[in-house]
């Protein structure tokens, strides 16, 4: 059974930072691209990171240069590193895997940030 498990999300003032982690397990996770995605309230779910099976990352131009992803095969885990973190980065954060024809999600996590 595959499990995408989120953790790391809160309530943080503007400017402040929060560290996210998804721990998977029942994949091959080191044959996966990893990303993250976040939902606000009344928006489409939007990509917001992602780091390739080989380590490769691309980012939403809206957090380029404030958030780091990042992963470590040896754990199965992935990383969030949110910095400089501004009201409209509020939104349920949700980790992803994906590789071809599969793909699965995590339950989300909620990050909120008061300005």
């Known amino acids: 059974q595959v499990q995408l498990v989120e953790s790391g999300g809160g309530l943080v003032q503007a400017g402040g930072s929060l560290r996210l982690s998804c721990a998977a397990s029942?994949?091959?996770?080191?044959?996966?691209?990893m990303g993250w995605y976040r939902q606000a309230p009344g928006k489409q779910r939007e990509l917001v990171a992602r780091?390739?099976?080989?380590?490769?990352?691309n980012y939403a131009d809206s957090v380029k240069g404030r958030f780091t992803i990042s992963r470590d095969n040896a754990k199965n885990t992935v990383y969030l590193q949110m910095n400089s973190l501004k009201p409209e980065d509020t939104a349920v954060y949700y980790c992803?895997?994906?590789?071809?024809?599969?793909?699965?999600w995590g339950q989300g996590t909620q990050v909120t940030v008061s300005s």
């Open positions: 780091i390739s099976s080989g380590g490769s990352t």
């Open positions: 029942g994949i091959s996770f080191g044959l996966y691209a």
């Open positions: 992803n895997a994906d590789r071809t024809y599969r793909m699965y």
